[in-house]
């Protein structure tokens, strides 16, 4: 009797999703994304990027390619924050939309971008809701949740206080 | 004296170094305000083409970049190529060789704000050189998502 109540209740944990973040749908009702979905791609450097390995700081995702001048514009201001945020807490991903590596490899020596980046596709673009054109900066929460969408070029002044007040908050 | 002639050379080979480092990704592009406005089409005037069973259809050629195209465009759209490259520029040429010159072509990317756009006035510029009459230009302002798909005109997936 006790075995079965045992098996019900392991049955009862198993099928019950777990309390987290990552178990609400992605997107609200409004179409606006609420959750960053996961991606696990290999950056520039050879090292693997999971975007889930990130929970617990403050992510500036970045959508942005060689041929998107305003995104070239805003990058080293990026890798300025990079440096000046970092080690409280802050982490800009890029995300190239380019077609091929070797443009953005040139742009990233030529930078000296000191945050990691990968190759983005399609699919990586629809699963946030289509990255439809660029510059487009998605700021996700320690929790994973998204914060802010900054579709175009972006107003630094004000994404900078948005972070600053978001780390000295976590 | 010979060493003034190698000082005065000095500006020149520092101009040609960082000339060579920019490479092509970041050459300078003409901008879509090169653009006349009469050649310019607005969003809302194409979907409603697109939308009329009596309308004349006009070709569509999608001249940015293959991985926004894949994710959306118009349908019956045809993906040319980066226009802002020689390679796209010469897709492109290949493509409207058969045509007569008087074909209606609407050109569009979207992937950038307009006044940022590497590709829609070198695509332009083309078919006009080329002796192209009826060309028009999808005027988009920000990005084809807030410019198109965002309206609900209608949008595709796939290559």
Known sequence: MMAGVRVILVALCLATPTLSIASSPSFASDGTLRVAPDFTRTDLKGKTLSLRSYRGKLVLLNFWATWCGPCLSEMPRFAAWQNTYGAAGLQIVGVSMDDDAAPVKRVYAKYHLNYPVVMGDAQLGESFGGVLGLPLIYLIDPDGRVVGRYQGEADLKQLESQIKSMLRRS | ?159
């Not at chain 2, 592009?29 to 969003?43: G, R, V």
């Not at chain 2, 590497?118 to 695509?123: F, K, L, R, V």
Request: with cysteine; proline share 7%.
């Open chain 2, 1 to 159: 004296m010979k060493h003034t002639a190698m000082k005065a050379f000095y500006p020149f080979a520092f101009a040609f170094i960082l000339l060579s480092q920019a490479g092509p990704a970041l050459a300078e592009h003409k901008p879509a305000a090169s653009i006349p406005t009469a050649d310019l089409m607005q969003p809302a005037d194409l979907a409603a083409n697109l939308e009329s069973a009596s309308a004349p259809k006009p070709l569509i050629l999608h001249v940015g970049f293959r991985k926004l195209y894949t994710q959306a465009h118009i349908p019956d759209s045809e993906y040319v190529g980066a226009a802002g490259k020689d390679a796209g520029l010469q897709l492109l040429r290949k493509r409207v060789a058969k045509l007569t010159k008087d074909t209606a072509i609407v050109i569009y990317c979207g992937c950038c704000p307009w006044s940022d756009c590497p590709n829609i006035a070198a695509a332009y510029d083309a078919l006009h050189a080329l002796g192209f009459t009826q060309v028009k230009v999808l005027y988009i302002a920000h990005n084809f998502g807030d410019n198109w798909v965002n309206l609900g005109y209608p949008v595709v997936k796939g290559r």
